[in-house]
T-cell receptor, first 109, second 112 residues
């Protein structure tokens, strides 16, 4: 995870508040980037992936969105958080294999 | 039915034991296979890729049976530091964007 940076590490937000999680990566240009979520007691679920600047694909419908304003920057956002958005959010980068950042633990209260 | 199924465990073994984890996948188009380990409240870390011929990395051996859609991980001479959740992961053919499908994980605890 040393080449993938995520912040904040932990976050507690009230229901209905906005969200912005940031991921930046080092290394080769134009990497494939991913956002996953791991809810308590559940497996990892792919939320979004991006194959380039401005190119975002969503895997599951939800109140979250993603953006990729720069080659090595990937942002996860929400306008209004739900309780069900609580979880461990992981950014990942793909070379041949996928590597994960340290994650952001989000608790929606 | 889940795409990737694992026995959640927990497996509790003494140091020095040999332990094996199994995993089955339902998507016959799956192309690549991996084992990740995840420590408590940490990100998953790649343990090893799994190749059709089977492969070994130190105390860890991975096997793939495409006909049965079955993947295994064998850990020999278990160490306390092997305690973690082990995730079985597949990647589909043609998913150039690299979508991974994760199993729920198998919990391993190695005790003195």
């Amino acid at each position: 995870s040393q080449t993938i940076h995520q912040w904040p590490a932990t976050l507690v937000q009230p229901v209905g508040s906005p969200l912005s999680l940031e991921c930046t990566v080092e290394g080769t240009s134009n990497p494939n980037l991913y956002w996953y979520r791991q809810a308590a007691g559940r497996g990892l679920q792919l939320l979004f992936y991006s194959v380039g600047i401005g190119q975002i694909s969503s895997e599951v419908p939800q109140n979250l969105s993603a953006s990729r304003p720069q080659d090595r920057q990937f942002i996860l956002s929400s306008k209004k958080l739900l309780l069900s958005d609580s979880g461990f959010y992981l950014c990942a980068k793909k070379d041949y294999e996928q590597y994960f950042g340290p994650g952001t633990r989000l608790t929606v209260t | 039915r889940k795409e990737v199924e694992q026995d959640p465990g927990p497996f509790n073994v003494p140091e020095g034991a040999t332990v094996a984890f199994n995993c089955t996948y339902s998507n016959s188009a799956s192309q690549s296979f991996f084992w990740y380990r995840q420590d408590c409240r940490k990100e998953p870390k790649l343990l090893m890729s799994v190749y059709s011929s089977g492969n070994e990395d130190g105390r860890f051996t991975a096997q793939l049976n495409r006909a049965s859609q079955y993947i295994s991980l064998l850990i020999r001479d278990s160490k306390l530091s092997d305690s973690a959740t082990y995730l079985c992961v597949t990647q589909g053919r043609g998913t150039s964007y690299g979508k991974l499908t994760f199993g729920q994980g198998t919990i391993l605890t190695v005790h003195p």
